[in-house]
């Protein structure tokens, strides 16, 4: 299974944009690139996903590496609701089993 | 929107004793998942269902943890002979066919004492 490699924690000051990388260097052709968030004793929540294309909806843009070895989610005006774990993932084509990594802890400010 | 329920929220027990979680996904989607997710770490995969078929079973999932989903609409993850190990929060998910989104339960948090 396609690993990722997360940073432990992030903080950033609301109101701030908020980049959260993910190395997923053994990423293969087929793999979607994921990301999920849960909040504080919540389960995890959909976020964005892509393949190749960056991409964009009403939570987070999705930026790709042009050789998809990399993406960065970007929340684009951190708000203190944004505090949660952010968790990037590999998903490939037809397969239906998540495996999360550990996430990055993202802290927000006041 | 209902969304996806679990019950108990909350299930304290002790050692060598069964226990059974119930799920209720989201109406009208025909997946559904189970995870676990100890302090500190993502969820891991268990086990998945395609309406009442177990398509895939994790290594996890050792012969004490079964799970069904009769009439492929609610499902049961049933723990016998309980280990302290076991202790962590379970969840459950749902997806349709159509989309790879997985919408999550807040799960059942299980102490094992």
């Known amino acids: 299974d396609a690993k990722t490699t997360q940073p432990n924690s992030m903080e950033s000051n609301e109101e701030e944009p908020v980049h959260l990388p993910c190395n997923h260097s053994t990423i293969s052709g087929t793999d979607y690139i994921h990301w999920y968030r849960q909040l504080p004793s919540q389960g995890p929540e959909y976020v964005i996903h892509g393949l190749t294309s960056n991409v964009n909806n009403r939570m987070a843009s999705l930026a790709i590496a042009e050789d998809r070895k990399s993406s960065t989610l970007i929340l684009h005006r951190a708000t203190l609701r944004d505090a949660a774990v952010y968790y990037c993932i590999l998903l490939r084509y037809n397969f239906n089993k998540f495996y999360f990594g550990s996430g990055t802890k993202l802290n927000v400010k006041p | 929107d209902t969304g996806v329920s679990q019950d108990p929220r909350h299930k304290i027990t002790k050692r060598g004793q069964n226990v059974t979680f119930r799920c209720d996904p989201i109406s009208e989607h025909n997946r559904l998942y189970w995870y676990r997710q100890t302090l500190g770490q993502g969820p891991e995969f268990l086990t998945y269902?395609?309406?009442?078929?177990?398509?895939?079973k994790s290594r996890l999932l050792s012969d004490r943890f079964s799970a069904e989903r009769p009439k492929g609409s609610f499902s049961t993850l049933e723990i016998q002979r309980t280990e302290q190990g076991d202790s962590a929060m379970y969840l459950c998910?749902?997806?349709?066919?159509?989309?790879?989104?997985?919408?999550f339960g807040p799960g059942t948090r299980l102490t094992v004492t």
């Open positions: 998910a749902s997806s349709t066919g159509r989309s790879y989104e997985q919408y």
């Open positions: 269902f395609q309406n009442e078929a177990q398509l895939e």
